[in-house]
């Protein structure tokens, strides 16, 4: 693990490190916040996933959250959205290739190589936190925003027992369903629709839900509603009487200043569960 | 004033609006949050005065300063730190021309035409902002960040009855005896350094101080301490008897994660000076 850079923040250190990826195949870069609190002991841990064109460094810059998780002792990863570099294939495409791993593990050309982000976030980037850093890997949480909110709403029902809660900014949620999505999912894992579900939270929460609270904000001048499709994921998790607070926040659109703004509240509802016990 | 952008933020707006400069004579664009309040009245205002390279941009995704703005109802503005464009003149270097106005009205060419960022802050955006917008022109305060800081103080100290309170993160203190200024003060103002001092936070405490209360943040691992001089104002506000509040900040260096971390604090300090009375 190369550090690339560390500041201190809020009490804490906001690093970014380098590290070897075996499932991706390539260097990675993340950003990790550890507050004050790691100095004494293992801290529980929030996982952010980012949306499409971001890297490990857009939230750790705009999205405001150390603040919160400095004041709650709480560790924020923030990993990047694909495999970068030399020999990474990509695509003209902003929303597909680097920059828009959309957390699968593909199985089709040019993309099978080094695109595993799911065992990325899931296997590789936590056993080599773990080993490395004072986390509490028994106190995880995960959220993301937009891609980023597909991927930990994803990631949060496919692992039960892994996380304590999910929460999620503008959330793609239904992804086999809509052009964020449909594009993607047939690239890295082919036209075999069945293998897609797997990836799309709406069918996710019918098919399993969450075992522990959800929460999700939703901006209603969000440009890309159409995209992200909100109420297919409101329905199923009705349908499941899923533990859940899906808001629909007059006003706001798909940006950081729309993240920023209710990560305070996020953060609370994490460390609400992940000091639970 | 033409918008380029808005996105609702911690219940108010983010704004982005571009209108053309007397003083600079160009088109020039700043950012301004202005919190729910602003709907129902006009509200203070805060001046957030940016550090070399930056443009309204970086302080307004980078710094956290809206939820705090919010909480206390306030308004933001946040220039840019140059005028830029087509026929304007730039230098290479990254610390004169483009992005380093200094907040001096140049005498030099090839700056004279447009480089005349004092006016454009004291006399220029403040009317633009005054006939169009819902702010308490009579409750102002400033602060800014490096470059940001040194303008700050030195129109806080120069202009008396203008801002209630002044602030800095990592000001440039002494600009006449560092290389972040000497530099730029001769390539705008010329050799006779006489012209100078009304540019030097450190020579206009010693000679005029500020009728209102001071905050400067300054970090103890910031790469730059040499030239921001901060012992110089230290000790010319000690020996002034300045109401100031002078903090080294142990381990903390030059960046926005230095400004955000200690933003809350600020915003607090300009708000008991902005709702006094």
Redo the contacts between chains.
């Keep these: 693990m190369e550090i690339l850079s560390e ?5 804490g250190t ?1 690093g970014v490190y380098k590290h070897n990826s075996h499932s991706c195949r390539c260097d990675m870069t993340f950003g990790l916040f550890l507050p004050e609190e790691a100095q004494y002991g293992a801290v529980p841990v929030l996982w952010y996933l980012s949306g499409l064109t971001c890297t490990h460094e857009n939230a750790m ?2 999205a ?1 959250a ?2 919160w998780a400095a004041e709650q002792g709480i560790a924020l990863v923030f990993p990047d959205t694909s495999p970068r570099g030399e020999g990474v294939a990509d695509d003209d495409a902003y929303d597909l290739g680097q920059g828009a791993g959309f957390y699968v593990n593909a199985t089709q050309e040019p993309w099978a190589k080094h695109f595993n982000m799911w065992d990325y976030i899931t296997e590789d980037l936590p056993s080599m936190l773990q080993e490395n850093l004072p986390l509490d890997m028994t106190r995880q949480a995960i959220t993301g925003h937009s891609m980023g909110g597909h991927g930990a709403l994803t990631m949060a029902m496919s692992l039960p027992g892994r996380f304590r809660s999910v929460s999620a900014f503008a959330p793609i949620c239904n992804p086999t369903g809509s052009d964020w999505g449909r594009k993607q999912l047939s690239a890295y894992l082919g036209d075999d629709e069945s293998t897609w579900a797997a990836h799309d939270a709406s069918l996710l929460m019918t098919e399993k839900g969450f075992d522990g609270p959800v929460l999700i904000d939703q ?1 209603t ?1 969000d440009q890309f509603l159409d995209l992200l499709r909100p109420e297919t994921l409101a329905s199923a998790a009705a349908l499941r009487r899923q533990e859940i607070t899906h808001r629909m926040q007059k ?3 798909h ?4 993240v ?2 209710f990560m ?1 509240e996020h953060i609370a509802f994490h460390a609400e569960a992940l000091y639970a016990d």
Excluded at 255 to 258: E, T
């Design positions: 500041n201190k923040a809020f009490g906001q810059t705009k405001a150390q603040g901006g001048e006003g706001y659109d940006s950081y200043f729309f920023s703004s305070e």
